[in-house]
């Protein structure tokens, strides 16, 4: 069964400082995607990248960067020089290609408080 | 804006009664998807919906049904509400089944009184 865990379910921060927050995920699939979501106050769900299971190349966009991790199944988010915009709610999700379940899982999110 | 429309915005109604949820997918998205998030929770998969067929059950209650119309917007009506069913239900829609990104709606914001 798909899975995803953020186990971190609050960070404070200062600004300027980098910080990284986890997502470990359960499949059984070999093909599956990989996603990573922000709802800042606004409450608004905000796609920030898309990763498939057959492309574990890191991804930097600006100050956000993902790293991938087969081996230990893991999709973790580093933001880098943090800024108070950057609070808000993490979600990381998962969807399986092989099975044909068709769901998008989400984690329960990490509420990341960017102090100034 | 993510070209996926939801209405109404807020709602607020009583304990026993039925609302009706609409959500219009991004121009040519053929799949949407109805979540549920109870105050400070996470995002509850209830069901989806591909080109007029429901294709896949969460955790959603008997009370609570949806569909998606020739059109392709969709509906989901929840009925005999509770005050637990007080929720943030967001629509999202993607142009297949599950391998692009999910476009989300601003939400629909139900209070049960």
């Known amino acids: 069964a798909q899975k995803v865990t953020q186990a971190q379910t609050e960070i404070s921060v200062v600004e300027k400082e980098d910080v990284t927050l986890d997502c470990v995920y359960e499949?059984?699939?070999?093909?599956?995607?990989l996603f990573w979501y922000k709802q800042p106050p606004s409450g608004e769900l905000v796609f920030l990248i898309r990763?498939?299971?057959?492309?574990?190349q890191n991804e930097i966009s600006g100050r956000y960067s993902w790293n991938f991790q087969k081996s230990t199944s893991s999709f973790n988010f580093t933001i880098t020089a943090s800024q108070v915009v950057d609070s808000a709610v993490y979600f990381c999700?998962?969807?399986?290609?092989?099975?044909?379940?068709?769901?998008?899982?989400f984690g329960t999110g990490t509420r990341l408080k960017v102090l100034a | 804006d993510s070209g996926v429309t939801q209405t109404p915005k807020h709602l607020i109604t009583a304990t026993g009664q039925r609302v009706t949820l609409r959500c219009s997918p991004r121009?040519?998205?053929?799949?949407v998807y109805w979540y549920q998030q109870s105050l400070d929770q996470g995002l509850q998969f209830l069901i989806q919906?591909?080109?007029?067929?429901?294709?896949a059950k969460g955790n959603i209650l008997e009370r609570f049904s949806a569909q998606q119309f020739p059109d392709l917007h969709s509906e989901l009506n929840l009925s005999s509400l509770e005050l637990g069913d007080s929720a943030l239900y967001f629509c999202?829609?993607?142009?297949?089944?599950?391998?692009?990104?999910?476009?989300f709606g601003e939400g629909s914001r139900l209070t049960v009184l």
């Open positions: 999202a829609s993607t142009w297949g089944h599950n391998t692009g990104e999910l476009f």
């Open positions: 499949t059984r699939d070999t093909t599956y995607y």
């Open positions: 990763r498939n299971s057959f492309d574990e």
């Open positions: 999700a998962l969807s399986e290609g092989d099975s044909g379940t068709y769901k998008y899982i």
């Open positions: 121009s040519g998205d053929l799949s």
């Open positions: 919906y591909y080109n007029g067929e429901e294709r």
